[in-house]
Nanobody, 122 residues
Framework: QVQLVESGGGSVQAGGSLRLSCVASGYTYVCMGWFRQAPGKEREGVARILTGSGSTYYADSVKGRFTISKDNAKKTLYLEMNSLKPEDTAMYYC?????????????????RGQGTQVTVSS
């Protein structure tokens, strides 16, 4: 059974930083990542990682500002977010998925947390 619990969200001003954490219990798959959803907007993949190789991939909208990482010993996935913008405001979810690793598969995965809210004010 896979359980994921996110934390670390909050309210910050534009230009600020936050670090999201996602603690996993039970089994997690090689592909893990973060996606976000804002009210009235489509779900957007943010960052993903292959935990075996450490390979990472970012959405263009966050490249250079966000960093995904995983501490295997702590079974925790992180998302370091810097230079935050108002358009980063959303509920952020972590997910893990078997099979092909993509933002689409992560967004569709039944193995996701409850989300943590990030609000960036201008």
């Amino acid at each position: 059974q896979v359980q994921l619990v996110e934390s670390g969200g909050g309210s910050v001003q534009a230009g600020g930083s936050l670090r999201l954490s996602c603690v996993a219990s039970g089994y997690t798959y090689v592909c893990m990542g973060w996606f976000r959803q804002a009210p009235g907007k489509e779900r957007e993949g943010v960052a993903r990682i292959l935990t075996g190789s450490g390979s990472t991939y970012y959405a263009d909208s966050v490249k250079g500002r966000f960093t995904i990482s995983k501490d295997n010993a702590k079974k925790t996935l992180y998302l370091e977010m810097n230079s935050l913008k108002p358009e980063d405001t959303a509920m952020y979810y972590c997910a893990t998925v078997a099979g092909g690793c993509s933002f689409d598969s992560l967004g569709r995965s039944p193995y996701r947390g409850q989300g943590t809210q990030v609000t960036v004010s201008s």
